[in-house]
């Protein structure tokens, strides 16, 4: 080799050794939310705590329920402690806001997979599932989802049943609500003639409350998942969820909680 050729391949050399040792590329790579849960020493989780028996506050001032229990599983598994989570109040509206702005780790709110939803943030193998059902008071004569045609029918903001009703009767009258109490409230005192929504939660109203009966028509299949960042940043985190719902499954823990919750 000559000595132009020993110059250039030196020049190389160094430049490849100041790439590696000063630029430090990895420094510039998003790491994975996973990293983020294992350095903090505990996981942010979104739940919704208006939505009994997936998430609500118990007797003792305590997060609690299916959503809630389900998050535990997931600290024990990434944290190898199930006491090592912070529940963050979300509701529909604002759980993908909080996902993507990194306010939470992951959402376990009763969340429906649904492709639009796809496009802003990920999701991870769905661990249960609801059918969208409608809410009325004993006495009324609402039977039906046709029925509702020109009705004041309430729905939570953010609900796949709030967009699944503007297209399947555009003719109902929907008033928005916040939470679901809120809701049950107004169809109680009259305000409205319906509520819409996951049967997994309006049937709590039905089974705590005889005044108010669930339909027995589905309108939509609804596979819950656990929400999180779209992107590199979580195939870590994603790859833990999956397993961790997936084993779970195996071993009927799932089957059990659905039982204990929403029996
Ligand atoms: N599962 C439905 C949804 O994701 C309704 C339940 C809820 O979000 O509160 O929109």
């Given at each position: 080799m000559n000595k132009l050729g020993i110059t250039l391949i030196s020049i190389f050399l160094v430049l490849v050794a100041f790439y590696f040792l000063?630029?430090?590329?990895?420094?510039y790579q998003e790491s994975d939310v996973y990293d983020d849960i294992l350095q903090r020493g505990y996981i942010k989780v979104g739940i919704?705590?208006?939505?009994?028996?997936?998430g609500f506050i118990d007797d003792k001032g305590d997060v609690t329920g299916y959503d809630a229990e389900l998050a535990r599983y997931v600290a024990r598994y990434i944290l190898g402690n199930p006491d090592r989570v912070q529940f963050v109040s979300v509701t529909p509206n604002n759980r993908m806001l909080k996902v993507s702005t990194g306010e939470v780790d992951i959402v376990i709110a009763t969340m429906t997979i649904t492709p639009q939803r796809r496009e802003i943030i990920d999701f991870s193998v769905p661990y249960d599932a609801a059918g969208q059902a409608i809410l009325v008071k004993?006495?009324?004569?609402i039977t039906s989802?046709?029925?509702?045609?020109?009705a004041n029918v309430g729905v939570i903001w953010g609900t796949t049943a709030e967009k699944n009703m503007q297209k399947m009767v555009p003719t109902a009258n929907l008033i928005g609500f916040k939470s679901y109490n809120n809701a049950y409230v107004a169809l109680k005192n009259g305000s409205i003639n319906a509520i819409t929504s996951d049967d997994t939660i309006l049937s709590r109203f039905a089974i705590e409350d005889s005044t108010v009966k669930m339909l027995p028509k589905r309108y939509s299949r609804e596979p819950y998942g656990i929400g999180f960042k779209k992107g590199k940043c979580t195939k870590k985190l994603k790859a833990a969820l999956d397993d961790t719902i997936n084993d779970l499954k195996q071993k009927n823990v799932l089957l059990r909680m659905r039982k204990k919750w929403l029996e």
């Open positions: 000063v630029m430090r590329p990895e420094k919704n705590v208006d939505a009994k028996p997936f004993t006495s009324s004569a989802l046709t029925d509702l045609n020109g």
